[in-house]
């Protein structure tokens, strides 16, 4: 770019930074000269041809100047994470876009199916990528093998039913009907068959974005989040194949609460990944049936929110927002710290005992400025403390088939519970939480490392020749997940490769006594 014109443009974003309201950045945007620059280069490829939508044309969006439609195309649809790529066309086109209703059965969590009904075989439905003014060919295609009609109720359309009516579809059957995308926002879409809470509840949502004349601003990473609710016949985490609950569904007490159709499908090795120094846009649905989402990413501020999925950046600096059934928001976030950022639904016994838990893993260099990570730890402990009680939810999975399933799960609980104490690694914490890595402890006596995780542990313990004289607290786990726990302990980290098994911990539980100190021990 010539410098006369980066001068004229510096001062055309610096009006626009200081003045416009609605153009208005975030602190965190303005925060560099390199922000700075970018905030500039990206002014210079956004799509110029069409002057930028006033308030009065974002109110009634049908007055707003457009150029007139153009050409066809097929819209590209994803699946959850992922979005598809923005569009870049600077008027409106015919799109048809083709869906599919699929039956079937997927996986709810670790040893627990259900039967979802899905916009293309996958929960949530597909994500749709269109632009204002486009006009819309939609066909419904329903599965053979489906045992039910359905249809699309997309909250993007203006007409009676949002095109439900018209996309009525038996199995073995299409529909086809066409609307015009008159309001940019990011929309819902669901089944709106009867009984419709019992499509919405078995999975039949997704999300639609219209792009507004302009585009949206660029960003570096666009991810697909759609929470929703599960009401299973079993309580939480009861195995094999689970059916739906029409009297938890009524009372809206729900067994799961996740993000994208099951526990853990943004989570762990299924997080999504990005980057420090990159930007980061969300856009995030709720589909119920029943719950409003109290949305919040731990560790991170949002700097724009278009709130309730609108067509303008409506809030900056936001904590939670929430996130109606049947509603969405976008938000935006710049990555400063690597490490992950956990999103949950902050009504917190959903995220952390119903499964509503994602995760981005943020890779790059630290800067101890922002966030120092740990600096000091010391024991603190108050006078006459003594053993406490974590009461846990006993599962109820069926027990694990073989040694290497017990590491697997072993695995998850360790990370859940022991981890925050003992350590990634089981390296432990130097005079606060001895080593479970080739702990001398441990490896003499199993009976022993049972009764410690069945019951806690206080008062002076040698592990490794160093002394520690603090708090196990008592945990309450079950027969099963005491052995799942310890048998991944005793195969990791240079420990002697023991399997505990259930029975083992069952004998140790009537046999052992919990120590005299702990809560309800006579
Ligand atoms: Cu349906």
Same mark, same amino acid.
């Given at each position: 770019m010539k410098t006369t014109s980066r001068l004229l443009l510096t001062g055309l974003v610096t009006t626009l930074l200081t003045q416009c309201g609605d153009k208005e950045l975030s602190p965190n945007e303005k925060m560099s000269q390199a922000t700075f620059i970018k905030a500039m280069e990206s002014y210079e490829t956004a799509p110029a041809a069409v002057p930028a939508p006033t308030g009065d044309a974002l109110a009634n969006p049908t007055k707003q100047q457009d150029k007139p439609v153009l050409g066809t195309e097929n819209a590209v649809l994803t699946d959850a994470p992922n979005v598809p790529p923005p569009i870049t066309r600077d008027h409106p086109t015919k799109v048809t876009i083709k869906l599919e209703v699929v039956e079937l059965v997927k996986r709810m969590a670790d040893g627990v199916d259900y039967t979802f009904w899905t916009f293309g075989g996958s929960v949530p439905g597909k994500f749709i990528r269109i632009r204002q003014n486009d006009e819309v060919e939609f066909h419904l295609m329903n599965r053979p093998d489906s045992k039910m009609p359905h249809n699309i109720d997309l909250h993007a359309v203006t007409g009676p039913g949002g095109g439900a009516a018209a996309s009525f579809t038996a199995p073995g059957h299409a529909s086809v009907f066409s609307f015009k995308a008159l309001n940019p926002g990011l929309y819902v879409y669901h089944c709106a068959t009867a009984p419709v809470g019992m499509h919405v509840a078995n999975g039949m949502y997704g999300l639609i974005l219209i792009e507004p004349i302009g585009g949206l601003p660029k960003v570096d990473k666009e991810f697909y989040v759609f929470q929703s609710e599960f009401y299973t016949k079993? %309580?939480? =985490?009861? #195995? =094999?194949l689970q059916p739906f609950s029409m009297e938890k569904a009524l009372t809206e007490i729900p067994d799961y609460v996740v993000f994208n159709g099951s526990v853990g499908a943004m989570a762990g090795d299924n997080a999504v990944q990005a980057a420090v120094g990159e930007k980061v846009r969300l856009f995030v649905g709720n589909g119920g049936p029943n719950l409003v989402s109290s949305f919040h990413v731990i560790g991170e501020i949002f700097d724009n929110v278009y709130l309730e999925g =609108? #067509?303008? %950046? #409506? $809030?900056? $600096?936001?904590q939670t927002t929430m996130i109606p059934a049947g509603g969405s928001a976008i938000v935006e976030f710049g990555l400063e710290v690597p490490g992950t950022y956990i999103l949950v639904d902050h009504s917190i016994f959903r995220a952390f005992n119903k499964g509503a838990v994602g995760m981005i893993k943020v890779s790059g260099p630290e800067n101890k400025l922002v966030y120092s990570g740990k600096q000091d730890d010391r024991i603190y402990q108050m006078e006459g403390s003594t053993i406490q009680s974590i009461a846990q939810a006993s599962t109820q999975q069926a027990p694990a088939a073989n040694k290497e399933e017990r590491i697997a799960r072993g695995k998850m609980l360790y990370t859940s519970i022991c981890m925050a104490c003992h350590q990634p690694e089981g390296q432990g914490i130097p005079k606060a939480f001895p080593p479970v890595a080739k702990s001398d402890y441990l490896n003499a006596d199993p009976k022993r490392a049972i009764a410690t995780v069945l019951h806690g542990l206080q008062g002076k313990v040698t592990v490794n020749g160093e002394t520690y004289e603090s708090i196990m607290p $008592?945990? =309450?786990?079950?027969d099963e997940q005491v052995a799942n726990a310890l048998t991944y302990v005793y195969n990791n980290w240079g420990n002697n490769g023991t399997e505990v098994l259930p029975a083992m911990v069952k004998e140790v539980r009537a046999t052992v006594p919990p120590p005299a100190t702990a809560p309800g021990a006579h």
């Amino acid at each position: 770019m010539k410098t006369t014109s980066r001068l004229l443009l510096t001062g055309l974003v610096t009006t626009l930074l200081t003045q416009c309201g609605d153009k208005e950045l975030s602190p965190n945007e303005k925060m560099s000269q390199a922000t700075f620059i970018k905030a500039m280069e990206s002014y210079e490829t956004a799509p110029a041809a069409v002057p930028a939508p006033t308030g009065d044309a974002l109110a009634n969006p049908t007055k707003q100047q457009d150029k007139p439609v153009l050409g066809t195309e097929n819209a590209v649809l994803t699946d959850a994470p992922n979005v598809p790529p923005p569009i870049t066309r600077d008027h409106p086109t015919k799109v048809t876009i083709k869906l599919e209703v699929v039956e079937l059965v997927k996986r709810m969590a670790d040893g627990v199916d259900y039967t979802f009904w899905t916009f293309g075989g996958s929960v949530p439905g597909k994500f749709i990528r269109i632009r204002q003014n486009d006009e819309v060919e939609f066909h419904l295609m329903n599965r053979p093998d489906s045992k039910m009609p359905h249809n699309i109720d997309l909250h993007a359309v203006t007409g009676p039913g949002g095109g439900a009516a018209a996309s009525f579809t038996a199995p073995g059957h299409a529909s086809v009907f066409s609307f015009k995308a008159l309001n940019p926002g990011l929309y819902v879409y669901h089944c709106a068959t009867a009984p419709v809470g019992m499509h919405v509840a078995n999975g039949m949502y997704g999300l639609i974005l219209i792009e507004p004349i302009g585009g949206l601003p660029k960003v570096d990473k666009e991810f697909y989040v759609f929470q929703s609710e599960f009401y299973t016949k079993g %309580p939480h =985490g009861e #195995a =094999g194949l689970q059916p739906f609950s029409m009297e938890k569904a009524l009372t809206e007490i729900p067994d799961y609460v996740v993000f994208n159709g099951s526990v853990g499908a943004m989570a762990g090795d299924n997080a999504v990944q990005a980057a420090v120094g990159e930007k980061v846009r969300l856009f995030v649905g709720n589909g119920g049936p029943n719950l409003v989402s109290s949305f919040h990413v731990i560790g991170e501020i949002f700097d724009n929110v278009y709130l309730e999925g =609108g #067509a303008k %950046p #409506a $809030q900056h $600096q936001v904590q939670t927002t929430m996130i109606p059934a049947g509603g969405s928001a976008i938000v935006e976030f710049g990555l400063e710290v690597p490490g992950t950022y956990i999103l949950v639904d902050h009504s917190i016994f959903r995220a952390f005992n119903k499964g509503a838990v994602g995760m981005i893993k943020v890779s790059g260099p630290e800067n101890k400025l922002v966030y120092s990570g740990k600096q000091d730890d010391r024991i603190y402990q108050m006078e006459g403390s003594t053993i406490q009680s974590i009461a846990q939810a006993s599962t109820q999975q069926a027990p694990a088939a073989n040694k290497e399933e017990r590491i697997a799960r072993g695995k998850m609980l360790y990370t859940s519970i022991c981890m925050a104490c003992h350590q990634p690694e089981g390296q432990g914490i130097p005079k606060a939480f001895p080593p479970v890595a080739k702990s001398d402890y441990l490896n003499a006596d199993p009976k022993r490392a049972i009764a410690t995780v069945l019951h806690g542990l206080q008062g002076k313990v040698t592990v490794n020749g160093e002394t520690y004289e603090s708090i196990m607290p $008592q945990l =309450g786990l079950n027969d099963e997940q005491v052995a799942n726990a310890l048998t991944y302990v005793y195969n990791n980290w240079g420990n002697n490769g023991t399997e505990v098994l259930p029975a083992m911990v069952k004998e140790v539980r009537a046999t052992v006594p919990p120590p005299a100190t702990a809560p309800g021990a006579h």
